[in-house]
Structure formats: C-alpha cells, structure tokens
C-alpha cells in the first residue's frame, strides 16, 4: 500500500490551497483518512479527519477555513485549505486505516504518506 501525496506548495496568507492523497495496492476498504502537519522540533498533529461514512474532524486551528473530503472510488482524500496563515507552514502528511493484502491475508494497518510542504509567506 502506497500514499502518495500532492498540492502543496509556497502561497501568501489569504490564499488558498489544495492537498490530495492517493492510495494504491492491493485494498479491500478504507476506514479513517486523515491529514496530520509537523514542524521540526514540534509534535505531529492532526489537522482534520473523515471516516469512510463522511465523519469529519477537525483541529480548532483550521475550523472554517480547511475541508476535508474523500472519494471512495479513488481512495483519494482531499484537504481544502483556504485563508491559509503563516501559521499552516508546515510539511503536511496523509495517514490512511486501509485494510489490504499483507502476507497473503487481509489485515487492517495504518500507513502514512510521504508529506508535502505547504508553505505560506506574511
């Protein structure tokens, strides 16, 4: 199972930008999604949530202003960010509970992407 994630990039605070995060391999179902941030030195944390029914999540720092979202069919979730602050710098991850096939059975685990760096200049 791979997490491929894209969109991030260097804006100015008030603009906006979109994350997405692919999943791929041998999958049988995806429960929770989710989108974390760290900064060197600091604690990851997590940014907003979905469940595979549609729950959402979110940290009170981006309450409002982010949206997170999933299609199921290309076991992709999304992460809206608008009037990003200088604050949101950070490299962003994807975290995914994907049941797949591991060493010939199905087994629920929990994998992470590689991070893009989201980047936003005062």
């Known amino acids: 199972v791979q997490l491929q994630a894209s969109g991030g990039g260097l804006v100015q605070a008030g603009e906006s930008l979109t994350l997405s995060c692919a999943t791929s391999?041998?999958?049988?179902?995806?429960?929770?999604m989710g989108w974390y941030r760290q900064n060197p030195g600091k604690q990851r944390e997590l940014v907003a949530s979905?469940?595979?029914?549609?729950?959402?999540t979110y940290a009170d720092s981006v309450k409002g202003r982010f949206t997170i979202s999933r299609d199921n069919a290309k076991n992709t979730v999304y992460l809206q960010m608008n009037s990003l602050e200088p604050e949101d710098t950070a490299v962003y991850l994807c975290?995914?509970?994907?049941?797949?096939?591991?060493?010939?059975?199905?087994?629920?685990?929990?994998?992470w992407g590689q991070g893009t760096q989201v980047t936003v200049s005062s």
């Open positions: 975290n995914a509970d994907v049941t797949a096939l591991y060493e010939r059975r199905w087994t629920l685990r929990n994998y």
């Open positions: 979905i469940g595979s029914g549609g729950s959402t």
């Open positions: 391999g041998s999958i049988l179902g995806i429960n929770t």
